[in-house]
Nanobody, 117 residues
């Protein structure tokens, strides 16, 4: 089992920045990809960015050039630096992790990010 705990959400004005953090615990040696998804009210959960254990990244088109994902494997942490935030970035942001060579994945409880105009 893997547990994921997010932190760093909050309220920020448009154009501002926030940094989200996610701490993984449990059977962390089995984790391959970690990342972030987000879900706005009434919408589906969408990819923000992911990063593999070797450092390969992928991100959604809406955040490219503004958000940066990073990872510290020694600390079992994944981070999301969000710059130039826009009101449309308002959502609950969920930390994600999947297990090597399996279809098993885990989710955090989510952290709210609100961007005011």
């Amino acid at each position: 089992q893997v547990q994921l705990v997010e932190s760093g959400g909050g309220l920020v004005q448009a154009g501002g920045s926030l940094r989200l953090s996610c701490q993984a615990s449990g059977t962390t040696w089995r984790i391959n990809t970690m990342g972030w998804y987000r879900q706005a009210p009434g919408k589906q959960r969408d990819l923000v960015a992911t990063i593999t254990s070797s450092g390969s990244t992928n991100s959604g088109d809406a955040v490219k050039g503004r958000f940066t994902i990073s990872r510290d494997n020694a600390k079992n942490m994944v981070y999301l630096q969000m710059n130039n935030l826009k009101p449309e970035d308002t959502a609950v942001y969920y930390c994600y992790a999947d297990i090597n060579n399996s279809y098993i994945n885990y989710w955090g409880q989510g952290t709210q990010v609100t961007v005011s105009s």
